[in-house]
């Protein structure tokens, strides 16, 4: 390094730097012009201090020939301390020279070096650069410029090794393996095997089950929702579907008026608003076309309301001159608000389904297939199914057939009252159609209101001599004086389902039992959700 730089100092005083050579080094103009300056000052004879400054110019010239890095933009002595320095190693943290190898190459001058070895002995003595080691010196330079190229490298290859991982983990998160897929179904087995309430199921009911256990996989697109009219059956069929309640604000405002919020994204999604029309009716109702409003504005994909119990149901026909068919009203009510499909529970007559338009399916669940395993397991003698009207024959009918296909009970017997109304809930006469002589009875009806046809169709089997009678009905309404008529009565159980919220009174009623609607309802949505059968689930 210092006979290069001796080199280089008499290069610069005799002036035989060219620009040529100079802009091969990236060194400006304004550099050549301060080191010419420099050479004329030595050339006269110049003072101690600029014999320095021609020093710092002969370092800077050779110090970017060995280097090569980046333009000098001015060699002033006084302009050099006022640069600052980017891109600079610290040698304090790389091994000192002594630690590299021996073999470092050394530097070849032209005839310039032989013509300066010559004054060497001369120069020393105002050279302020003095030599550390006897032979040929190692440039540090060139080491720390290793170095650097090490650690660069270095980090280099640890930005490749990092992004790398980064892409398996995240293929790996969104492809898991068959082996994850398998420790994943054998966890969700064993937290069905471990539920007391799944373990105890049927083998038809594990079926339904296990089906129901797949719509995990077409939920991407599912959301549910419900209002205020039954939130207890809503979460227990989400529970059975295995996914969460849509969030959502159902509420009042200070002067009454229904206030819905949706706190989800269901554009594009397949929503299903579950919300009977039950007491308070007007309010439910109110409820469950804001909803399906604002899934319509908020662009869902399609619109399906669970509707367990049609509210205003009995209003199917004029029977009268001057009087409204709510039923078809409701449902053109639902139509306008956009609905795509209804699926409701035992409907009162099953004309309503013609209310709504060819665009709007309607499916008809029959709730009786909920009723007929409880009553199957039940030790019947010489079973008889009774429909306290006319209008009901057809559900008994069918309950009755279910029976005798389900559990193979061929002796059960059919029965009807006919029943004559001296205005609405207040039955004048009741007659008998069968024979119910030392049987046990089951009242099959659609729904219960005020009782009072149930109890006094009880007392009348009674009569014609019945031996134990039960009822079983989808709609356990009982209003007003309902629920004491029933715990006063002769019947010995009465079965409803959980189509309308429960309240304390009825589960204080030891003659009251009510089952759940809600695997029927869940399977009816998966296999609508799913394009599957509807009809399977009867059969």
């Not at 105890?200 to 129901?212: F, L, Q, R, V, Y």
């Not at 004309?351 to 399916?361: A, D, E, H, L, S």
Request: hydrophobic share 40%; with cysteine.
């Amino acid at each position: 390094m210092q006979s290069a730089l001796l080199a280089t100092h008499r290069m610069v005083l005799t002036r035989r730097v060219s620009h040529t050579v100079l802009s091969s080094q990236k060194i400006s103009s304004r550099a050549l012009a301060s080191w010419h300056q420099t050479g004329q000052q030595h050339g006269a004879k110049s003072s101690v201090n600029d014999a320095a400054n021609s020093w710092t110019v002969a370092a800077a010239l050779a110090g970017s020939a060995l280097i090569g890095a980046g333009t000098v933009a001015a060699c002033d002595a006084n302009q050099l301390d006022k640069r600052r320095k980017f891109n600079v190693v610290d040698p304090l943290t790389f091994p000192t020279p002594d630690e590299e190898e021996d073999d470092e190459p050394q530097l070849d001058f032209d005839a310039d070096l032989n013509a300066a070895s010559t004054s060497q002995q001369e120069v020393n003595t105002s050279s302020p650069f003095k030599a550390s080691k006897a032979g040929g010196l190692k440039d540090p330079m060139t080491i720390y410029a290793k170095m650097a190229l090490k650690q660069a490298l270095k980090e280099e290859e640890q930005a490749v090794a990092a992004a790398t991982a980064a892409q398996g983990a995240t293929a790996q998160a969104t492809s898991p393996t068959e082996d994850r897929k398998n420790r994943r179904l054998e966890e969700q087995k064993g937290a069905i095997v471990k539920h007391d309430a799944l373990a105890n199921m049927t083998p038809e009911e594990m079926k339904i089950e296990e089906a129901t256990r797949k719509a995990k996989q077409h939920s991407g697109g599912l959301k549910l929702f419900s209002g205020n009219g039954n939130m207890a059956l809503s979460l227990e069929i989400c529970r059975y579907l295995g996914i969460n309640l849509g969030k959502a604000t159902v509420g009042k405002f200070a002067d009454g008026e229904c206030n819905v919020v949706v706190h989800e994204n269901v554009r594009g999604k397949d929503c299903y608003v579950i919300q009977p029309t039950c007491p308070p009716v007007n309010d439910n109702i109110m409820e469950l076309l804001l909803m399906v409003s604002t899934l319509r504005r908020a662009s869902a994909r399609r619109i399906t309301v669970v509707i367990p119990y049609y509210g205003y149901a009995r209003q199917d026909r004029k029977m009268q001159a001057r009087v409204p068919i709510s039923a078809a009203d409701v449902a053109r009510l639902m139509e306008a608000m956009g609905v795509d499909r209804v699926i409701a529970v035992d409907l009162h007559c099953g004309q309503i389904q013609g209310f709504f338009g060819p665009r709007v399916p309607v499916d008809n669940l029959d709730g009786g297939i909920v009723g007929l395993d409880y009553f199957g397991s039940k030790d019947l003698h010489n079973p008889v199914v009774v429909s306290p009207d006319a209008g009901g024959v057809y559900r008994a009918k069918k309950f009755k057939e279910g029976l005798m296909h389900k559990y193979d009970m061929q002796d059960i017997g059919l029965a009807m009252i006919v029943k004559q109304r001296a205005r609405a809930g207040l039955v004048d006469t009741m007659d008998l159609v069968g024979d119910v002589s030392n049987c046990d009875c089951i009242l099959v009806d659609d729904m219960i209101d005020t009782a009072g046809t149930l109890c006094k169709a009880a007392d009348v089997l009674i009569e014609n001599g019945a031996r134990r009678v039960f009822a079983f009905a989808s709609h356990g309404l009982l209003s007003g004086p309902g629920n004491d008529r029933i715990a006063n009565s002769k019947m010995e159980e009465v079965v409803i389902l959980n189509t309308l919220p429960t309240s304390p009174q009825r589960e204080a009623n030891e003659k009251l039992t009510m089952l759940s609607v809600a695997p029927l309802l869940a399977q009816a949505i998966f296999n609508i959700h799913a394009k599957k059968s509807i009809s399977a689930l009867f059969k």
